[in-house]
């Protein structure tokens, strides 16, 4: 990865009738980054993929690769490759064929382009298939298939539209740790179009949250689940337990607010936002069942389990918090002693006020 | 036992299947023992049969076959049959192309209207349909005297009527619908995913079309080819009433055999020899479609 962005997108629009399916979207993906642009269907990430490979105009606003503005420029003139969501595997050739399809036009002689086509197939562990038809190779070969046809033409960007979306979820956890793989192999830039959330934690750099046509969130995965900025993104990114709260008071050491059902904390170095009300978001494994009397923690709060989701290796609890109707989930790892709690058991939770984080200063918690 | 009992229900379940199955479609196998396989078996004995005079003598003999294939006059109106059907193919195929093409891509909401306004020309017999034509391609016909009103000629156009490019011309047109509907069928199964995948990996429109729509629409082309070929040769209805006499063709001198020259045996030699020829043509395309979709790219 360098600091070189490949793709540069300028206030980019785009409406179909009235309703804008991109409302001005500006980015920059840097060269050799695996980029993702994350978001519920609709939310416009799919237009900005066919829009970077051509296949879309945009209304407004300009995109730029590698320097060079891509205005009436046609997909098949631009330095991208895409894999797409159905693979669109040609029927009527074979994998060989296949691959060798977008080198056809380059003219490199048969020795050449067996040669590459033989390094793609390789690199995506299809030796040996090249002989073999379409409607002969299991989906996730397909997919295999669609990545060497587009990585043969060595672009500078490749686009994934949603390549996981057909395979079934154990082939899907290999795909994406192989996928992850070959990007850091080539060091092509990856951009890649996903609703799903684990899916673009594990594989990217940097991902780019779109709801309703424009980026609510641009962040490394690390950043974007530590740090949400609205509970829009909170709420789509992992799970997050939402609270209502009052600012108090915000001064250099922080923002002093009042939690409801939790009382009042210090959040150090929150400095955004001006007293009134907000919300606060905690991750459920954030909150820790104190087991034993003798445990402590910073804060502990007092509760009653009301329901049990035991998933083997951890425990997800709906807790019921004493004196108040608030009820918030708490993840547990089933490690090894630890009881699993029924609805009914009372229990202590314990949580750290560094790990609340500030949702949406100035709008009440719906 | 258990063992047993499955055994025997596993043979005699498929057992009364077929025999079901038999029953379903028993109307239509009599249909088409009767119809179909019976008179075609009783065509060809009739071809091996010879005409002797007002009799017909009922020794085995491949006479009437070497007549068929030696003289210069069947040879004639078998070649002019197989050239007149592959221009007809040529150009129905030709034309029907770009229309299913359009149906297919861009008939949009549409698709239906335009299919139901393609098969308007059915609305009307094929014999009316022919009489048309000759209304429209005649001496005095509405395109003559359309051209000659414009002054665009001095002298009506005779080339048109009573010969081989009429029966072209109204063939192409009665055919148009039989070979619009499988090329639609084949072109609108075309994923849009493969013409931008080959976009994509650098093909301009040309290439695209050469490349994906043409070959993935093979199977249409060759139904369409097919539909429109075999029963052009065998036609006899518009080269009698429009080809004149350079437009006749197999199928008339068949009825003729049949008919004024009492010589059913040689019609059926005739008609025998046809079917081979059509038979062999038809299998050679589905061969070369073959070769052709394992070939491609």
Redesign the interface.
């Known amino acids: 990865m360098s600091n070189q962005p490949i793709i540069q997108v300028r206030d980019v629009a785009k409406y179909y009738g009235d309703e804008p399916a991109l409302a001005g979207v500006s980015l920059d993906i840097m060269a050799g980054e695996f980029f993702s642009l994350l978001g519920p269907s609709g939310c416009g990430k799919t237009t900005l993929l066919r829009m970077i490979s051509g296949f879309d105009v945009p209304d407004r606003g300009s995109i730029s690769i590698d320097g060079v503005d891509m205005a009436g420029v046609p997909p098949n003139r631009r330095p991208t490759n895409m894999v797409f969501q159905s693979y669109a595997i040609f029927p009527h050739l074979s994998v060989a064929q296949n691959v060798a399809y977008g080198l056809k036009r380059l003219r490199l002689g048969r020795v050449e382009t067996k040669r590459r086509v033989e390094e793609a197939l390789a690199l995506v562990a299809l030796e040996g298939y090249g002989g073999r038809q379409p409607h002969e190779l299991s989906g996730g070969q397909r997919q295999r298939v669609a990545l060497a046809r587009a990585l043969v033409m060595q672009p500078k960007v490749l686009l994934l539209d949603e390549p996981m979306s057909a395979l079934d979820k154990k082939l899907r956890e290999q795909m994406q740790t192989e996928l992850r793989r070959l990007q850091r192999a080539v060091g092509i830039t990856f951009v890649l179009v996903t609703h799903d959330q684990e899916e673009a934690l594990l594989m990217s750099d940097r991902i780019a949250v779109m709801f309703n046509g424009s980026i609510a969130q641009l962040d490394s995965p690390e950043g974007m689940y530590r740090r949400p900025v609205s509970r829009q993104v909170a709420s789509f990114i992992g799970m997050m337990n939402f609270l209502r709260a009052d600012i108090a008071s915000i001064d250099p050491s922080g923002a002093t607010v009042n939690i409801e059902a939790l009382g009042s904390a210090l959040l150090p170095g929150v400095s955004v936002g001006k007293p009134g009300s907000a919300t606060i978001g905690i991750r459920p494994e954030m909150l820790t069942m104190l087991y034993g009397d003798h445990a402590t923690a910073e804060r502990v709060f007092r509760g009653k389990i009301v329901d049990t989701e035991y998933y083997g290796d951890l425990t997800l609890y709906q807790v019921r918090i004493d004196d108040t109707a608030t009820v918030v989930t708490v993840s547990m790892r089933n490690t090894a002693g630890r009881p699993i709690l029924q609805a009914g058991d009372r229990t202590r939770i314990g949580w750290g006020a560094e790990s609340l984080v500030l949702l949406d200063p100035l709008e009440s918690a719906k | 036992m258990q063992a047993g009992r499955t055994v025997t229900r596993a043979v005699a379940v498929p057992m009364a299947r077929d025999w079901r199955g038999l029953l379903l479609i028993s109307p239509t196998l009599v249909y088409a023992l009767t119809m179909l396989a019976a008179p075609l078996a009783l065509l060809i004995i009739m071809s091996l049969w010879t005409q002797d005079v007002i009799e017909i003598r009922r020794t085995i003999s491949l006479d009437n076959y070497r007549q068929v294939f030696t003289e210069p006059l069947y040879r004639v109106l078998m070649a002019r049959s197989l050239l007149i059907a592959g221009v007809v193919t040529l150009v129905t195929v030709l034309l029907a192309y770009p229309i299913a093409y359009f149906v297919a891509f861009y008939g949009g909401k549409r698709r239906g209207m335009w299919l139901l306004l393609i098969t308007i020309p059915f609305w009307t017999s094929y014999l009316v349909r022919i009489f048309l034509w000759k209304v429209i391609l005649g001496y005095n016909g509405v395109l003559n005297s359309g051209l000659l009103g414009l002054g665009l000629i001095d002298q009506p156009l005779t080339f048109i009527l009573y010969n081989a490019n009429a029966v072209v011309i109204t063939l192409a047109h009665a055919w148009a619908p039989f070979a619009i509907l499988p090329l639609y069928v084949s072109l609108s199964r075309i ?1 849009h ?2 013409l ?9 429109p040309v ?1 695209r079309f050469l ?2 729509t043409l ?2 629409s093979m199977p249409g082309l060759i139904a369409a080819v097919l539909i429109v070929f075999i029963p052009t040769v065998g036609d006899y209805v518009t080269p009698r009433l429009l080809g004149g006499t350079d437009g006749l063709m197999i199928a008339n001198m068949i009825e003729v055999q049949f008919g004024k020259a009492n010589n059913a045996p040689l019609g059926a030699a005739l008609a025998t020899s046809a079917m081979l020829i059509v038979a062999s043509v038809a299998l050679l395309f589905l061969w070369l479609n073959q070769r052709s ?1 394992r070939r ?2």
């Open positions: 994923d995913s493969l931008e995948a080959a976009r994509d990996l650098g093909d301009g290439r490349r994906i070959p993935l979709l491609v790219g």
